[in-house]
């Protein structure tokens, strides 16, 4: 409809359905898909807060006071950030948006379940950097938040396998520095991967403990993470403008944390 409005972030997020290259996934306020490679879409509700910054203070001023600069160049606000479907069921579609929702399709997106609620101790409206469907089980997936942009440092990292009815902490040992992108290995569900405001890190164990894993990489912010699923290589994208690959990570897949 061109007389309704999409908000979209800087980082609008986009991926292609694990299960048919054809069928594409956009994220603005809503969740568009094709299933056409992009030549026609439908759209989901609006899957965000829709806080409207206008409303909100800046520095002790009432946001509808009169202020300089107020929109200089800044993306909309309530937006998505993060999709993720199901490796393993069609249609489980994961969204996280930076006013803090994390939700939830098993219908290839018509239908909506807002399950942040059932996450434990996270600030509400908390930046949602991460979402992960698990390559081994349909209920499984992984979500991160970052709460820098309110002074909060805290690492949030969570896991659900049920559908997002429960979560569990996995940040366990981790330092406390925000969190921008967690990965399940596709071959071995213990072997996580997780990237923050300081470096790279992996768990053996399913995040019950997490290693700092930087041979050769110097302290960077860590903002992106992928197993290519043909060379089998680890690829680590940074905020300092590099991208890192580990050849073939095979020997890295066939530990265990004994």
Do not use: C
């Amino acid at each position: 409809d061109p007389n309704v409005a999409t908000r979209w972030n800087w980082n609008t997020p986009f991926i292609l359905s694990p299960h048919n290259p054809t069928t594409v996934y956009l994220g603005g306020d809503r969740l568009f898909r094709s299933y056409n490679r992009g030549e026609t879409w439908m759209a989901s509700p609006d899957l965000t807060n829709n806080i409207s910054r206008n409303d909100r203070p800046i520095m002790g001023v009432e946001g509808k006071a009169p202020m300089a600069s107020k929109h200089d160049g800044a993306a909309s606000y309530s937006n998505i950030i993060t999709i993720g479907e199901s490796y393993v069921l069609p249609g489980v579609i994961w969204v996280g948006t930076n006013d803090g929702n994390v939700q939830l399709s098993r219908d290839g997106g018509v239908t909506w379940k807002n399950v942040v609620d059932k996450v434990p101790g996270v600030p509400k409206e908390t930046h949602v950097s991460r979402v992960e469907a698990s390559h081994f089980d349909a209920g499984t997936a992984y979500v991160t938040f970052d709460g820098h942009r309110t002074d909060d440092h805290k690492a949030y990292v969570f896991v659900t396998n049920d559908f997002g009815e429960t979560w569990t902490s996995i940040s366990a040992n981790l330092p406390a520095a925000n969190v921008n992108v967690i990965r399940e290995d596709p071959k071995n569900r213990d072997l996580l991967y997780l990237g923050n405001e300081y470096g790279f890190y992996i768990s053996l164990n399913g995040g019950k403990e997490w290693k700092r894993f930087m041979n050769g990489l110097p302290t960077v912010r860590v903002d992106d993470i992928l197993v290519h699923p043909r060379d089998n290589d680890l690829i680590v994208g940074t905020h300092g403008r590099s991208i890192w690959i580990i050849d073939v990570i095979t020997a890295l897949q066939q530990l265990t944390s004994e």
